[in-house]
């Protein structure tokens, strides 16, 4: 809706494609005629743009999003769409190493690190997301606050700081 409002002249569709509680190895090992097979329902459909948020790859090191997200990129740039990646959102501390909720600035884990540095050197769009989930603390917003299960998955609030990330690319 925000994208529409943005550009009224521009055709857009969203499509989405989402599989909860997997990781993109899983998502690229779908055989043919999956549900989920990354072949059919992303690159045929030859999107223009493709936007992309992988929480449950957090646990990755940088070795790992180099060489998964390359491949992702190379497919993605054959069929010659564009992609901007969203950084994750915060999760529950305990599973991103935190030991407090406040002066959480940045995100410590090197999978959001890795993605940066992944975008800047490859000349792929990044909405950090992340980064804006760091400064929640600093406006007296525990970041839980924004789960609708008190681990992992936003709220309505908490998915519009994905729009906000998305759209601050398009300013």
């Known amino acids: 809706a925000r994208l ?5 002249k521009a055709d857009i569709e969203l499509y989405s494609e989402a599989w909860g509680g997997r990781d993109t190895a899983t998502y690229l090992a779908e055989p043919p005629g999956a549900e ?10 030859r999107p223009d743009l ?6 449950n790859d957090g ?6 999003v180099d060489e998964r997200y390359g491949r992702i990129l190379a497919d993605f740039r054959r069929i010659g769409a564009e992609w901007i990646i969203l950084t994750p959102h915060y ?7 935190l030991t407090r909720v ?8 090197e999978y959001v690190r890795a993605i940066r540095r992944f975008a800047e050197r490859e000349g792929v769009g990044l909405a950090d997301a992340s980064r804006r989930w760091g400064q929640l603390w600093r ?6 606050t924004l789960m609708l299960n008190a681990i ?17 690319l398009f300013a």
């Open 152 to 168: 992992n998955h936003p709220d309505e609030r908490g998915m519009a700081i994905f729009a906000d990330s998305l759209m601050a």
């Open 59 to 64: 646990g990755m090191n940088a070795a790992a």
């Open 139 to 144: 406006q007296g917003i525990p970041y839980m």
């Open 50 to 55: 493709i936007v992309s948020e992988f929480v």
């Open 36 to 45: 989920h097979n990354f072949n059919e329902k992303v690159l045929a459909v």
């Open 4 to 8: 529409r409002r943005a550009f009224p």
């Open 102 to 109: 406040k002066e959480i600035d940045e995100d410590p884990r």
């Open 91 to 97: 999760v529950m501390p305990e599973w991103m190493g």
